[in-house]
């Protein structure tokens, strides 16, 4: 069962939480004592709902909307954030594109729509909060890769790209804003979502020596390990059932 003490006090940003995993962390969150700033890109009425699930719990919820790929937009939201809540402690950056292109039909636009949103969003994020985080006293920062920025996946190359940007960017900014803010960064293998395509969770089962996709409840426990590992920085936590091997 959830300890609804654990975060109390603190504040955490969820980038895309009104669907997919942003949801299920944030609403993880807010069981474990945290008021969340709930990121949202087009997901309106969805953020909504996630909103009104948090204030059931009896924790604070404010849907903020912003555009990532544009800077001033990303120091905005931040200051949003921290005018309402007053602090903030946790940034989580999972908003993320998933767009699958092959090398000789990649187009600038795919490029720009991988690496604007999967990297470029995540470090101007960063680079917005660490004042705020700094100032926290326990400041944490948690990045989404994922696996296939490990692997490398031909057919999803410039995502790939991105999230093997997002593991240096880790390490980097674990250096950077130690010893104030500890950062590290999960990479998902696939998560079972509902409206994903079958055919991605039958061939990961098949790969994976588990024998199974993860859940949205595998990675918001991870999130909920990684913000309180004190002694735990620059670290990928790989979430694959073994894919990887």
Do not use: C
């Amino acid at each position: 069962m959830p300890d609804d003490t654990k975060l109390l006090g603190r504040v955490a940003l969820v980038t895309g939480a009104g669907k997919r995993l942003g949801r299920a962390v944030a609403l993880r969150l807010a069981q474990e004592g945290a008021d969340v700033a709930i990121h949202y890109g087009k997901s309106a009425s969805e953020a909504r709902d996630v909103v009104e699930q948090i204030d059931k719990l009896g924790r604070r919820a404010v849907a903020f909307p912003a555009e990532l790929t544009d800077v001033p937009a990303i120091r905005q939201l931040v200051n949003q954030v921290v005018a309402q809540f007053g602090h903030l402690d946790i940034l989580i950056n999972t908003a993320a594109t998933f767009l699958q292109t092959k090398f000789g039909e990649t187009t600038e636009t795919i490029w720009h729509g991988s690496l604007d949103t999967n990297l470029k969003a995540p470090f101007f994020l960063s680079q917005a909060a660490a004042p705020y985080l700094t100032q926290s006293g326990r400041g944490v920062i948690i990045n989404f890769a994922d696996i296939g920025g490990l692997l490398g996946w031909r057919d999803f190359l410039p995502h790939s790209v991105s999230k093997a940007g997002v593991v240096m960017l880790t390490r980097i900014l674990a250096k950077e804003l130690a010893p104030a803010v500890r950062v590290n960064a999960i990479a998902p293998g696939t998560i079972s979502m509902p409206g994903d395509p079958p055919e991605w969770e039958t061939d990961y089962v098949r790969l994976a020596p588990l024998r199974r996709t993860g859940r949205p409840k595998d990675i918001a426990d991870a999130v909920l390990y990684l913000i309180t590992a004190e002694f735990m920085t620059g670290h990928v936590l790989v979430l694959d059932g073994g894919r990887t091997l």
